[in-house]
């Protein structure tokens, strides 16, 4: 099993900055891509940024610019920072890692974190 911790949400006035970060625990093996996503009330969980294990990115054209996603494999930790919020920016967000852990024989897994909230004020 891989266990997903988040930290780093809260609240924040418009032009502001927060810095979200994931740790995956457990007996992992290797960890593929890592990625951030957001879901703001009464609409659907959006990607909004992913880094690969070589390091390519993809974001959201939402937050193109503002956001910038990176990862540090010695600790199975991906990071979001976020520069210049908007209200627009808030929501619940939630890290997703994927990759193989290791329990007698080798698994695939998909993990969630339990969400942070990021609350952005006009």
């Known amino acids: 099993q891989v266990h997903l911790v988040e930290s780093g949400g809260g609240l924040v006035h418009t032009g502001g900055s927060l810095r979200l970060s994931c740790a995956a625990s457990g007996s992992i093996v290797s960890i593929t891509a890592m990625g951030w996503y957001r879901q703001a009330p009464g609409k659907q969980r959006e990607l909004v940024a992913a880094?690969?294990?070589?390091?390519?990115?993809n974001y959201a054209d939402s937050v193109k610019g503002r956001f910038t996603v990176s990862r540090d494999n010695s600790k199975n930790t991906v990071y979001l920072q976020m520069n210049t919020l908007k209200p627009e920016d808030t929501a619940v967000y939630y890290c997703?890692?994927?990759?193989?852990?290791?329990?007698?024989?080798?698994?695939?897994?998909?993990?969630w974190g339990q969400g942070t909230q990021v609350t952005v004020s006009s």
């Open positions: 880094i690969s294990s070589g390091d390519s990115t």
């Open positions: 997703n890692t994927k990759g193989t852990y290791y329990s007698r024989l080798w698994y695939p897994f998909d993990s």
